[in-house]
């Protein structure tokens, strides 16, 4: 599997076509490439037909595998399965394991290339168990990326996670550093098609480093133009464009030609992007030779359109015919190359369809089970309502006598619900008290301080660049005056009982995906690396507003007392029937006298961050309340220096398979 595989995949129209899955998969079960398919396969004939006339069966075995090969270098599957599905057979019948194993893998490439994922799967599988058996870590690592090729195909990200971090575990066992590069680049490459940048960005930095110290330049290019890649999709075009020059840094001379020119294509596309069109013309031009000496029609066409687009635009008449033209007379060799690979596509998704609806089926019949079951609930019920009138019936009796009695308690709970009014009056009255304190002290000044530099700039007073000065610092001071009065309308509502809890099952992976989205940026102004340790499935029972809440004060406070090139992590375990989050911060940590204050017990508490931001010392408070109004509590630990873990649990879900996870969480 090729690093970059994919490259060129931007939201702009006339990017490189990036390869399909059919096409990563058979690269990925062939760690060596045929060179030159049509010469291997007349080769592979003539060794048949000798190995044949003299009944040579090992000699047989090795042509008909060299056949299966060159035939699916040329993109012939359904002529190299039976040559694979011969060669297998003898390897079987003579028990050689390892290489029966490494057959499947190449019968199961041909397999899924022709859109038969099920057989495809269960010819993985069958190698995979006899290369564990085997104990061949190599083996083991081959197929645990292959899996994760498939169910990528199948957008079954879930699967192909976790096969790709087993790869990841084998190749590292076996002390190939340059596969394990590849494995992280995988796992990287399938939380980018989910959107989720921020760990893609997590495992392509891991693989960078890994590469660096591996000393190989080709896995630091391709691996510096994956990190480009996100950022592109991140629409970030300044700096992908960084990441894809260091990557033509980097490449090495033997690089395949078509890699270049897709990466060329993609630095094209992010000057012409930010209106440079004269660096992407000349990163067209020098892309269009090497896709030539390629082979790969539909890379040429792409580049000739993208070229007429731009010249079109530069009002370069002429060159945008002449390019255009180019591209009409290669439309029909890229749609015969389409087509085949739409036809796979297809077979890919009737066969994924055809298994869901056996599992409809099945479904079926579980809800059948159940609306039997409830019947007979049914029935009981109604047997054990009939026992409780009865029962109820004896007991009238009984209260009858006790009625006085009842009458004295009830006498006694009107005076402690009197009580807990008057404390209720109290709890608001400080409330109130609070609230003037804070709109008083902490919204005057920056109100003020608007105030004063309007009337400056009114005047004429200001030059440029105090002007630049002011604004950047009074934009930071609105920043903190608008967190204030969220804090402070979400803690005056919970304090005056006017916020209810709504539990439902939350997906807490990607509420923690969704808070580090937002405050992606406000880590990156400071130069703090956001991890997200969260695994999936990670479901509670809980408010999913007051949620957001907590985890986006609580990753705030983090980034705000860490500084530059620090570190903010966010995991979860499981403890019994609850989860327990932690979030984690190399930061300044909390002094010993502070540690008492944070929650608000004498009054709100608030210290400036490390880049002199200012609180409002509501938002612990506010999450303190959130957490236990949801079954949970807050705690935590810290040293000075050290920085801080922040620790709150929340009761886990029962209702995992009965969710829908929000499509919209995803983006970020």
Known sequence: MLIGAGLGTTVYASNPTPLTFAQQHQQASHPVTVADPLHVLKQAKIALEAATKVKNAPQTAVAQLQLGRALEGLHRYDEAEPHFAAALRYYVRTRNSDKAATVRYALGSAQFSQGDTGKARETYLLALKSFTVLQNLAGVAHGHELLG????????????????????VAWQ????????????????????????????????????????????????????????????????????MGFYTQALTNLPPTTAPGYTADLLHCLATAHDSIGNHERASAYLKQALPLARQAGALSRVSSIYQSLSNLYQRDNQYSLSLDALRHYAELQDSVFAEQRSAQVAELQTRYETEKK??????????????????RRQQLLRDVLLTGTAVLIVLAGVLYRSRRRHRRLNSLLQQ???????????????????????????????????????????????????????????????????????????????????????????????????????????????????????HVEEPCVVHADLNM???????????????????????????????????????????????????????????????????????????????????????????????????????????????????????AAG
């Open 356 to 373: 869901e609806r056996e599992i409809q089926l099945l479904t079926k019949d579980r809800q059948i089970q159940a609306s039997q079951l």
């Open 173 to 240: 066992k076996a002390g190939n550093e340059y596969q394990t590069v590849v494995a992280m680049n995988n796992m990287a490459h399938v939380h980018r098609q989910q959107r989720h940048y921020s760990r893609a960005l997590y495992h392509l930095q891991r693989a960078y480093r890994k590469a660096l110290e591996y000393q190989d330049s080709a896995c630091t290019g391709q691996t510096l133009a994956s990190i480009g890649q996100v950022y592109q999709a991140m629409n970030n075009q300044e700096v992908a």
């Open 547 to 665: 949620i957001r809440l907590v985890l986006r004060n609580l990753v705030a406070n983090a980034i705000k007392f860490t500084p530059a090139a620090g570190t903010v992590t966010v995991a979860a375990q499981p403890l019994g029937t609850m989860w327990e989050i932690t979030v984690t911060d190399s930061g300044m940590g909390i002094s010993t006298t502070d540690r008492e204050k944070i929650f608000g017990q004498g009054g709100p508490h608030t210290t400036l961050g490390t880049a002199r931001e200012k609180g409002t010392g509501l938002g612990l408070l506010l999450c303190k309340d959130f957490v236990e109004r949801n079954g949970g509590k807050l705690s935590f630990e810290s040293e000075v220096g050290q920085g801080s873990i922040f620790r709150f649990t929340l009761p886990a879900s029962t209702q995992i398979l009965g969710i829908s996870r929000n499509p919209n969480v």
């Open 414 to 532: 009107q005076n402690v619900d009197i009580q807990a009014q008057r404390d209720e009056l109290g709890q608001l009255n400080r409330t109130k008290n609070t609230l003037f304190s804070v709109i008083s002290h902490d919204l005057r000044s920056p109100l003020g301080s608007l105030y004063s530099m309007l009337s400056l700039l009114n005047m004429g007073a200001l030059p440029p660049e105090r002007l630049a000065v002011h604004s950047e610092r009074l934009s930071r001071m609105l920043d903190t005056t608008l967190s204030l009065l969220d804090n402070l309308l979400n803690w005056s509502a919970a304090q005056m009982g006017g916020e209810a809890t709504r539990p439902e099952p939350v997906y807490l992976d990607e509420a923690v995906e969704e808070t580090l989205s937002l405050l992606l940026s406000d880590a990156e102004r400071k130069g703090i690396y956001l991890l997200n």
């Open 149 to 168: 090729h498939l169910y990528t195909s199948e957008a079954k990200w879930p699967q192909a996670l976790k096969n790709h971090e087993q790869a990841l």
